[in-house]
């Protein structure tokens, strides 16, 4: 069965530096999104990407973030430069639209530990 | 959004029947009901969805009640694997699914 994949599965990095976390969302999937969820708390919102724009995004979703579809498999989030509270889990999602809902597939996220 | 209630927490014995309840009641005419869950460690599952008729998948089985306003999640056979938070989130031309803090499964061998 198909399913999105994720890269690293834990990055650990310093306060300040850049990260970027990889996915391959299902491969006729056309809007992608990135989810993050705080250790304890909720999975949140961060922004979905259509036809190589953003869509929507959340208020987390600052001028920090960025994301990317750089070739046609691979959907990006760069956190330019991270700071201790990014430290979270990072899930990437994508979904087709069929029977006029959009089903989201998860992938198994990356542990980001900011230092 | 609108908004779901669920119970925080529930238990179940294993390979007994569980019923996850959610309650809408500012369900819109569009609205979809989603279920998804999340096993620990992992990230979120979708498990089922539905908009007015009942539904069923090799996972689950979803009850709408007829006025839309509350809907019921049925896994007809717990097993260990099944203990996760279950969400109830009502979705339809949205960007971003709203996940509230669902019910804790616990399953009870």
């Known amino acids: 069965e198909p399913e999105v994949t994720q890269t690293p599965s834990h990055q650990v990095t310093q306060m300040g530096q850049e990260v970027i976390l990889r996915c391959v969302p299902i491969s006729n999937h056309l809007y992608f999104y990135w989810y993050r969820q705080i250790l304890g708390q909720k999975v949140e919102f961060l922004v979905s990407f259509y036809n190589n724009e953003i869509s929507e995004k959340s208020e987390i979703f600052d001028d920090q973030f960025s994301v990317e579809r750089p070739d046609g498999s691979n959907f990006t989030l760069k956190i330019r430069s991270t700071k201790l509270e990014d430290s979270a889990m990072y899930f990437c999602a994508s979904s087709d639209r069929t029977g006029g809902t959009k089903t989201q597939y998860f992938g198994p996220g990356t542990r980001l530990l900011v230092l | 959004d609108a908004k779901t209630t669920q119970p925080n927490s529930m238990e179940s014995n294993e390979e007994e029947p569980v019923h996850l309840p959610c309650n809408h009641s500012?369900?819109?005419?569009?609205?979809?009901i989603h279920w998804y869950r999340q096993l620990p460690s992992q990230g979120p599952e979708y498990v089922i969805h539905?908009?007015?008729s009942n539904v069923n998948n090799r996972m689950a089985s979803l009850a709408i009640a007829e006025d839309r306003k509350s809907s019921t999640l049925i896994l007809h056979r717990a097993t260990l694997r099944d203990a996760a938070v279950y969400y109830c989130i009502l979705f339809f031309g949205n960007e971003k699914l709203t996940f509230g803090t669902g019910t804790r499964l616990t399953i009870i061998p």
């Open positions: 539905g908009l007015t």
């Open positions: 500012t369900i819109s005419g569009t609205d979809y």
